[in-house]
């Protein structure tokens, strides 16, 4: 079954450096999203992707974050300046469509900022 | 807003059935997901309903009501490895995509 690869698995960072997650959606599959979850919290919806924008985000996601797709199979999120608060578990989802109900999640990356 | 409440642990009995209750709040619903998790790990999709009713998958059964804001997630014949967070989404579609906001999961416990 296809899935949703993230690398890497954990990262450790000092705050204030740059942090690059990568991930590699479904390969027919055209939406993409990032996730976080804090350690004991729920779930929380960062950024959506679609046709090479942002199509939505969250107010989480701020100057601090990007995304991109740099070529036809990866996709990033970079958090510019870490704090110590973004230490999460950051999941990578991808969907074929907008109205479907497949939406898969990667297996995560750990990141702890110090 | 959205706003989505269950419970924060259950226990339950191997062999058993439990019922993992989900009340939602929220402008723009199109769907409603459960997810199960195990500690450190990813979401992995269990069921999703956008209409009322049930809908079974094996040991996993789901039911929406759409009037009353209202879903539950029941696993029959529960197993040790059933151990785990259930966590109930709902689903909102947006100008470019779909977002799911989760809940806070409920942490299943099954004993022997």
């Known amino acids: 079954e296809p899935e949703v690869t993230q690398t890497p698995s954990h990262q450790v960072t000092q705050m204030g450096q740059e942090v690059i997650l990568r991930c590699v959606p479904i390969?027919?599959?055209?939406?993409f999203y990032w996730y976080r979850q804090i350690l004991g919290q729920k779930v929380e919806f960062l950024v959506s992707?679609?046709?090479?924008?942002?199509?939505?985000k969250s107010e989480i996601f701020d100057d601090q974050f990007s995304v991109e797709r740099p070529d036809g199979s990866n996709f990033t999120l970079k958090i510019r300046s870490t704090k110590l608060e973004d230490s999460a578990m950051y999941f990578c989802?991808?969907?074929?469509?907008?109205?479907?109900?497949?939406?898969?999640f990667g297996e995560g990356s750990w990141l702890t900022v110090v | 807003g959205q706003n989505i409440d269950q419970p924060t642990e259950m226990t339950a009995t191997e062999g058993a059935i439990v019922q993992i209750n989900c009340t939602y709040q929220?402008?723009?619903?199109?769907?409603l997901f459960w997810y199960q998790q195990h500690a450190g790990e990813a979401p992995t999709f269990l069921s999703y309903?956008?209409?009322?009713g049930l809908e079974e998958k094996g040991r996993f059964s789901s039911f929406l009501s759409r009037s009353k804001g209202y879903s539950y997630l029941l696993l029959k014949e529960l197993q040790m490895k059933d151990s785990a967070s259930y966590l109930c989404?709902?689903?909102?579609?947006?100008?470019?995509?779909?977002?799911?906001?989760f809940g806070t999961g409920t942490q299943l416990k099954v004993e022997l």
């Open positions: 929220t402008s723009g619903f199109n769907g």
């Open positions: 309903n956008v209409l009322d």
């Open positions: 989802a991808s969907s074929p469509d907008r109205a479907r109900n497949t939406i898969y």
């Open positions: 992707f679609y046709n090479n924008e942002i199509s939505e």
């Open positions: 989404a709902v689903r909102v579609l947006t100008g470019g995509g779909n977002k799911l906001t």
């Open positions: 390969s027919n599959h055209l939406y």
